[in-house]
């Protein structure tokens, strides 16, 4: 059975991909992911806040179904909430299907596990992209890249589904100096959250080039997506989010899987973020 590999990406503007035709942003993994994959050009997500729109792509519903329409902390999981309707999602049903389940990174569904990963290494939000000093420690995203490489060579031999949620580009921008280098003379206003962007895109590649090694390339799904987009304040009523502005509601979407689906193809009709799972469960489903 196919396996999955979910990565996922907070605050990732759609036209923040050298593949949508950003000329001077700098994404070579995520270029190449597009060039074998189907790219959704005009993709939205359900809410351009992080909580609503996690639970849509968890659940294929729109935030005025599942309940959720605002950012959730110090509770222990919405998925036990009663006040949301979040017991139906597709993490839960492939574990129920017998596949090996991992979350990697930022949750922001609530502060405990949620019961249906095998291998959680999550939390809700509000941890720093470092894990001390900046510049001086490690960097949260190439850690926990590391986590990843590690579940894909430990569960290769079996179908799983592996969730990758990096927190950058979010605020702060505070990636590792070499990512700024890549933008040294460009004259851009927001350099920081574009080189934010590229830490993204080196550790996305660092998966795909591990999918690659394992031999697990041919058969596993890959999605790149995003939460919602960034909007640098230049729209009323928003400080980075939360409108329905082209710059914080169209997000990226790359789905590649060699057998299932056309490389390099772009599709230009709209999609929402609701329509994931049901796309994630109809190639499950093909032979």
Same mark, same amino acid.
């Given at each position: 059975?196919?396996?999955?590999?979910?990565?996922?990406?907070?605050?990732?503007? &759609?036209?923040?991909?050298?593949?949508? &035709?950003?000329?001077?942003?700098?994404?070579?993994?995520?270029?190449?992911?597009?060039?074998?994959?189907?790219?959704?050009?005009?993709?939205?997500?359900?809410?351009?806040?992080?909580?609503?729109?996690?639970?849509?792509?968890?659940?294929?519903?729109?935030?005025?179904?599942?309940?959720?329409?605002?950012?959730?902390?110090?509770?222990?999981?919405?998925?036990?909430?009663?006040?949301? +309707?979040?017991?139906?999602?597709?993490?839960?049903?492939?574990? +129920?299907?017998?596949?090996?389940?991992?979350?990697?990174?930022?949750?922001?569904?609530?502060?405990?596990?949620?019961?249906?990963?095998?291998?959680?290494?999550?939390?809700?939000?509000?941890?720093?992209?470092?894990?001390?000093?900046? +510049?001086?420690?490690?960097?949260?995203?190439?850690?926990?890249?590391?986590?990843?490489?590690?579940?894909?060579?430990?569960?290769?031999?079996?179908?799983?589904?592996?969730? +990758?949620?990096?927190?950058?580009?979010?605020?702060?921008?505070?990636?590792?100096?070499?990512?700024?280098?890549?933008?040294?003379?460009?004259?851009?206003?927001?350099?920081?959250?574009?080189?934010?962007?590229?830490?993204?895109?080196?550790?996305?590649?660092?998966?795909?080039?591990?999918?690659?090694?394992?031999?697990?390339?041919?058969?596993?799904?890959?999605?790149?997506?995003?939460?919602?987009?960034?909007?640098?304040?230049?729209?009323?009523?928003?400080?980075?989010?939360?409108?329905?502005?082209?710059?914080?509601?169209?997000?990226?979407?790359?789905?590649?899987?060699?057998?299932?689906?056309?490389?390099?193809?772009?599709?230009?009709?709209?999609?929402?973020?609701?329509?994931?799972?049901?796309?994630?469960?109809?190639?499950?489903?093909?032979?």
């Amino acid at each position: 059975r196919r396996s999955i590999l979910f990565i996922l990406s907070d605050q990732f503007r &759609g036209d923040a991909l050298g593949a949508d &035709g950003n000329r001077f942003v700098h994404t070579p993994s995520l270029d190449r992911l597009a060039r074998g994959a189907v790219r959704f050009s005009h993709a939205y997500c359900a809410q351009a806040l992080c909580t609503p729109a996690r639970a849509t792509l968890m659940t294929g519903l729109y935030p005025h179904t599942h309940r959720l329409q605002a950012n959730v902390y110090k509770i222990p999981s919405a998925f036990d909430d009663p006040r949301y +309707q979040l017991s139906v999602n597709f993490p839960s049903l492939l574990k +129920q299907a017998g596949y090996t389940t991992g979350y990697v990174g930022k949750w922001h569904l609530g502060e405990e596990p949620p019961g249906f990963f095998d291998y959680w290494k999550g939390y809700n939000s509000l941890l720093p992209h470092w894990l001390g000093e900046q +510049q001086k420690s490690a960097y949260r995203s190439d850690v926990e890249t590391d986590d990843c490489l590690k579940f894909l060579e430990e569960n290769r031999s079996r179908p799983f589904l592996l969730c +990758q949620s990096y927190y950058p580009p979010h605020t702060p921008y505070v990636p590792p100096e070499r990512y700024h280098r890549l933008y040294e003379g460009k004259n851009l206003e927001q350099m920081k959250y574009y080189a934010a962007g590229s830490a993204v895109d080196w550790n996305a590649g660092r998966l795909l080039d591990g999918l690659e090694k394992l031999g697990l390339a041919d058969n596993t799904l890959v999605v790149f997506t995003a939460d919602h987009g960034e909007t640098f304040g230049k729209r009323p009523f928003s400080s980075n989010k939360t409108v329905c502005y082209e710059e914080s509601a169209r997000i990226p979407l790359l789905l590649r899987h060699p057998a299932l689906l056309s490389r390099g193809a772009v599709w230009r009709s709209g999609v929402n973020t609701v329509d994931v799972i049901t796309v994630v469960h109809f190639l499950q489903k093909r032979d």
